[in-house]
Structure formats: structure tokens, C-alpha cells
């Protein structure tokens, strides 16, 4: 479930941005989602994700970022993406923060909140 209790739906073939510091995760999540017919993209970071894509014709169905980037909050990397690509871009946040504030933070933004433990 989503904000307000929505579902998202991307349809087979469209491409999607995950974003994670961790290698293990990046392979991971672009062997899973392939095998569903995603086209993955993936980096390790937003500040590297903005220069790479920035005269790309790519446009993103979804964006899957880890809250606990190295440098980065992926709140913030979600923000930026939104600003480069268009505010309605979904975006999935992966944490395993339970904490409120990010809570009603991926609330008020219209974040997808996932947690991962």
C-alpha cells in the first residue's frame, strides 16, 4: 500500500530507477525485476544519478530509493529526481526506519513507504 492507502501499478516494460548504496542490493533488485519484464536501472547514489541522467532521454515510471545512502537521505534524493523528472514521478522508499518523522515525511510527499527489515 501507498500513500493513503493506494496501490501503484507499472505496467511490464517501462523503466525504473533503484537507487541503493549496496551492490548486493542493486543486483538483487535488477535480477528480480527484470525477470517481471522492468527495464532497471540502477546507482548508487543521487548526486551520481542526476550528472549520469541528466541528458538522458530516460523517463521513469518509479523510482526505489534506500532511506540510508551513504552521503544522501533517500527522502531528499526522491525530492531532487522529482524536481529533474516531474513531481508526479512515484517513488518507493525502502527503510528500515520506523521512526514518525520519516513516516509523515513519505506521507505529506506522496511516497510509497516500504519497510525493509
Request: aromatic letters at 10%.
Amino acid at each position: 500500500m501507498g500513500p493513503c492507502g493506494q496501490q501503484i501499478w507499472i505496467p511490464n516494460g517501462l523503466p525504473i530507477l533503484v537507487i541503493d548504496n549496496d551492490e548486493m542490493i542493486l543486483e538483487g533488485m535488477k535480477l528480480l525485476m527484470s525477470g517481471w519484464g522492468f527495464k532497471i536501472y540502477t546507482a548508487k547514489d543521487g548526486a551520481i544519478t542526476l550528472k549520469e541522467f541528466e541528458q538522458s532521454t530516460t523517463q521513469y515510471s518509479l523510482i526505489i530509493v534506500d532511506y540510508h545512502l551513504d552521503y544522501e537521505i533517500g527522502l531528499d534524493v526522491i525530492q531532487s529526481l522529482r524536481e529533474k523528472f516531474g513531481l508526479d514521478l512515484p517513488a518507493i522508499l525502502l527503510t528500515a526506519d520506523r521512526s514518525k518523522l520519516v513516516r509523515e515525511r513519505t506521507q505529506a510527499e506522496g511516497i510509497f513507504f516500504f519497510i525493509n527489515l
